[in-house]
């Protein structure tokens, strides 16, 4: 969360608000887009522009897709992670934390959604090191002879 949203306060009690990020957060709040949406934007600008090689114009399209996945994922785990912070026993956060696990995982490495045994660039299953990967990719310029 960044330090513009309604959820970023001091969520033990002890009256700091101890957070070692740098307070953009992953999604948008108030002004600040969040990394995702900026991801997805950065990608788009370097694609959309007028000397886009192939490979910014291909891998730029993962990284879209991946910010994508990554935006619809994201705000599954906050929710499960404001039901931790919420619970009042270890019965009634078991159950978040376990959701948690997974949609941590899941954002992380993404999902293989069609069997496939690979973790592809298409809506559903690219998560941030899919997008890592890819924004690499753009990069990359063919050296010849």
């Known amino acids: 969360m960044g330090d513009q949203s309604p959820d970023y306060k001091d969520w033990n009690g002890n009256g700091d608000i101890d957070d070692p990020g740098d307070g953009y957060g992953l999604l948008l709040n108030e002004d600040n887009g969040g990394y995702i949406q900026g ?3 950065h ?3 370097s694609l959309t522009s007028p000397d886009a090689t192939q490979n910014m114009i291909t891998h730029g399209e993962h990284v879209k897709i991946a910010a994508t996945n990554l935006s619809e994922w994201t705000p599954l785990l906050r929710d499960q992670l404001m039901a931790i912070l919420n619970a ?3 019965t009634d956060a078991e159950e978040p934390v376990r959701q948690a696990v997974v949609l941590a995982g899941q954002i992380h490495n993404g999902v293989d ?3 496939n045994e690979n973790i592809e660039p298409i809506p559903g299953e690219a998560g ?3 997008a890592y990967e890819h924004s690499y990719y753009m ?3 063919l050296v010849r002879p």
Do not use: E, W, Y
Request: aromatic letters at 6%.
């Open 43 to 45: 990608a788009d600008l």
């Open 88 to 90: 009042t026993s270890l």
């Open 139 to 141: 990069a990359d310029i």
């Open 39 to 41: 991801t997805f934007t």
């Open 128 to 130: 941030a090191v899919t």
């Open 113 to 115: 959604v069609n069997g």
